[in-house]
Nanobody, 120 residues
């Protein structure tokens, strides 16, 4: 049974930083990628960043240069370092695993989400 548990969300002022963590239990990487997604009220969910098994990464344009996705395989943990946060980064952030299809981000497993709120 795969379980993803996120932590690290909170409230910060614009320009601040947060680091999200996602501990994965019962998960085998396989030929899939992992990612961080976010959904703001009234908006569609979007993929913020993904990381492949080989460590290659990709980011949505709005976070490039500010966010960094990484993984610690020994700890079965996925991270999202978020710097220079903006009010438009406010959303519920989700960790996902067992993902395929880069275009449509079909993921088999999801965490419960952690709220990030950025005030101006």
């Amino acid at each position: 049974q795969v379980q993803l548990v996120e932590s690290g969300g909170g409230s910060v002022q614009a320009g601040g930083s947060l680091r999200l963590s996602c501990v994965a239990s019962g998960y085998t990487y396989g030929n899939y990628y992992m990612g961080w997604f976010r959904q703001a009220p009234g908006k569609e969910r979007e993929r913020v960043a993904r990381i492949d098994r080989d460590g290659s990464t990709s980011y949505t344009n709005s976070v490039k240069g500010r966010f960094t996705i990484s993984q610690d395989n020994a700890k079965n943990t996925l991270y999202l370092q978020m710097n220079s946060l903006k009010p438009e980064d406010t959303a519920m952030y989700y960790c996902a695993a067992g993902c395929y299809n880069y275009r449509y981000s079909v993921c088999n497993f999801w965490g419960q989400g952690t709220q990030v709120t950025v005030s101006s």
